[in-house]
């Protein structure tokens, strides 16, 4: 029997790649995200994967109200979660916080911190009452380390990390596991949106090294969720051979 899979954030990078790599290995998909065209897309390669059943959804984690539309309720065949696999994220803007932009504010916070807590809380019930379960909420060096021009987007991030290890301590006792994966670069979508757009800006974050890829973390993803009962990676830091710091990277001359 294929177990039920949701991730977040499934329209692109490391979403995506995730559902994918999870479908070629025994899940079924709940996908979601705010762009329906591609979601629909990720759908049909998705269904191309033998015996893979996908329930997408479209909707935008920020919005308690659609969250719980979407996720509150859930058709039965689809209610019993397996694996929450909270990735919807983003990074907007580098400014400092004197001179920031607060609509990027809201956005990282809303978007980082309050999307996961909205999510989780619609799904975890279900899994405490079932007593099995697994949350793997998607981090980053940056809630490990705080840099220049970052100082919203790490707070959000180190807010998922606070959130996650209490939210291990809470579900312990139900037998629900809780993990964080936090990845340094992976190039994806995620210099284009913090850049707002800004394709050159957003290339030489990569420049003259080799970054993480989204499969490089769909499969440590999928490491960590098929572990044995017994077993819960708590806390995965991974990061580029050419990265050793959220500043310090080795690039060509």
Known sequence: MRKIAIVTGATSGIGEATAMILAQNGFNLIITGRRSDKLKAVEEELLKIDDTKVLSLVFDVRNNEEVQKALCNLPSEWSNIDLLVNNAGLAVGTEPA?????????????TNVKGLLYVSRCLTPGM????KGHIINISSIAGKESYPGGSVYCGTKHAVSAISKAMRIELVQHGVKVSTIAPGMVETEFSVVRFKGDESKAENVYKGLTPLYAEDIAETILFMATRPAHVNLDDVLIMPTDQASARDARRDQ
């Open 128 to 131: 405490v009452e079932r007593k």
């Open 98 to 110: 004197h001179e920031a932009v607060i609509d990027d504010w809201e956005r990282m916070i809303d």
